[in-house]
Antibody
Framework: EVRLVESGGGLVQPGGSLRLSCEASGFSINDHFMHWVRQSPGKGLLWVSHSTNHGTTPTYADSLEGRITISRDTAKNTLYLQMNSLTVEDTAVYYC???????????WGQGTLVTVSS | QSALTQPASVSGSPGQSITISCTGTSSDVGGYDRVSWYQQYPVTVPKVMIYEDTKRPSGVSNRFSGSKSGNTASLTISGLQAEDEADYYCCSYTSQNKWVFGGGTKLTVL
């Protein structure tokens, strides 16, 4: 079955860190750009970051740059998102997304909820 | 990196056609053939309905179509059905090698 499964979300205090994981099955992330997209409660979609499959520099949303790092482990077929200095505004469901290609976000994980609260 | 501009809500009666606009700039919507549209029901993950401005993935009803003029892309749903009631988001690739979504449009079928 072709799918993406995120993990690593949870409750974290302001200023804390989390690393989200996204394990792909049924296809190789080596064949695709991969993205993280988030959705705050009751709000719209926000593109967070992308990782290429040919080693070029990843990019980040302007509002998050400097606090997040995207990476991939092709041996584990897994995408990661390291998030630091979290604030309450980072509370959201974080989706892992496959790009197939040319900005066609055709496969989404079920999302992992990150809650930043004291 | 400003969000693309979509109307907050649109509505239509069953059988009618509606169009949702998505306005950006020449650095995103107008600069590339990379606008996509997503349908999202409450508490579900988004589903791609249109990609590369006008292309429809297999399995998506031909009642959904995409177009673009200048810096504004549009999603048209013809023969509106109750099941089309959902949130719709546009997304575009940008000149900064980043992506940007619109704010989303809530479609109500009257």
């Amino acid at each position: 079955e072709v799918r993406l499964v995120e993990s690593g979300g949870g409750l974290v205090q302001p200023g804390g860190s989390l690393r989200l994981s996204c394990e792909a099955s049924g296809f190789s992330i080596n064949d695709h750009f991969m993205h993280w997209v988030r959705q705050s409660p009751g709000k719209g979609l926000l593109w967070v970051s992308h990782s290429t499959n040919h080693g070029t520099t990843p990019t980040y949303a302007d509002s998050l740059e400097g606090r997040i790092t995207i990476s991939r482990d092709t041996a584990k077929n897994t995408l990661y998102l390291q998030m630091n200095s979290l604030t309450v505004e980072d509370t959201a469901v974080y989706y892992c997304v496959r790009d197939s290609p040319h900005s066609r976000f055709d496969l989404w994980g079920q999302g992992t909820l990150v809650t930043v609260s004291s | 990196q400003s969000a693309l501009t979509q109307p907050a809500s649109v509505s239509g009666s069953p059988g009618q056609s509606i169009t949702i606009s998505c306005t950006g700039t020449s650095s995103d919507v107008g600069g590339y053939d990379r606008v996509s549209w997503y349908q999202q029901y409450p508490v579900t993950v988004p589903k791609v309905m249109i990609y590369e401005d006008t292309k429809r993935p297999s399995g998506v009803s031909n009642r959904f179509s995409g177009s673009k003029s200048g810096n504004t892309a549009s999603l048209t749903i013809s023969g509106l059905q109750a099941e089309d009631e959902a949130d719709y988001y546009c997304c575009s690739y940008t000149s900064q090698n980043k992506w940007v979504f619109g704010g989303g449009t809530k479609l109500t079928v009257l």
